[in-house]
């Protein structure tokens, strides 16, 4: 079975600051892919990055950066220089080889205090 | 925005009562994905229709069913009403299944209350 594990239920960081948000997977496959996904109080999950089980290369886009590190099995996504507007729910995801099926984590609440 | 679209935005529903949420897909895309989100909690799998076919369920019991249509958008119905059944409830669309890591694109979600 897979299981997505996200220890930290809430975070508050002061404006400007980094912050890391952890994700720890299981799984069985062998091939399968990792996600985030940003959820703000309007309720819609968006979509932030995609990671192949293949593909260990850390990554950045903009302020945010993901380390993927299979030996671990984790995921973890850094927000650097934090904004007001990243506060929201984040979600770590874990996608079923053949029909895409989601497993998420329970979630960290983000809170960035002005 | 994503393209995906969900109805009602709230409902509020008897124990016992059924109902009925929709769900218009993505143009293009002809995969949809329910999932129920209770408060608190991350997004659980429910279920997901590939060309108007189900291709995989999670751990939801019979009284959860849907349907897809030819359009592609599809319909959650969930009978007999229970007070846990209250939650966010989001669909998620997508290109074709068995690609693996195809992104998916969800709706706003539909939030039913069951009194």
């Known amino acids: 079975a897979q299981k997505v594990t996200q220890a930290q239920t809430e975070i508050s960081v002061v404006e400007k600051e980094d912050v890391t948000l952890d994700c720890v997977y299981e799984?069985?496959?062998?091939?399968?892919?990792l996600f985030w996904y940003k959820q703000p109080p309007s309720g819609e999950l968006v979509f932030l990055i995609r990671?192949?089980?293949?593909?260990?290369q850390n990554e950045i886009s903009g302020r945010y950066s993901w380390n993927f590190q299979k030996s671990t099995s984790s995921f973890n996504f850094t927000i650097t220089a934090s904004q007001v507007v990243d506060s929201a729910v984040y979600f770590c995801?874990?996608?079923?080889?053949?029909?895409?099926?989601?497993?998420f984590g329970t979630g960290t609440r983000l809170t960035i205090i002005p | 925005e994503t393209g995906v679209t969900q109805s009602p935005t709230h409902l509020i529903k008897t124990r016992g009562q059924q109902v009925t949420l929709r769900c218009s897909s993505q143009?293009?895309?002809?995969?949809v994905s329910w999932y129920q989100q209770a408060l608190g909690q991350g997004p659980q799998f429910i279920f997901q229709y590939y060309r108007e076919e189900e291709n995989g369920r999670g751990n939801f019991p019979p009284r959860f069913s849907g349907l897809q249509f030819p359009n592609y958008s599809s319909e959650l119905n969930v009978n007999a009403l229970e007070l846990d059944d209250s939650a966010l409830y989001l669909c998620?669309?997508?290109?074709?299944?068995?690609?693996?890591?195809?992104?998916?694109?969800f709706g706003p979600g539909t939030r039913l209350t069951v009194t």
């Open positions: 799984t069985r496959d062998t091939t399968y892919y």
């Open positions: 143009s293009g895309h002809n995969t």
């Open positions: 995801a874990l996608s079923e080889v053949g029909n895409e099926k989601l497993t």
């Open positions: 998620a669309s997508s290109t074709d299944t068995g690609t693996l890591g195809y992104e998916q694109y």
């Open positions: 990671r192949n089980s293949f593909d260990e």
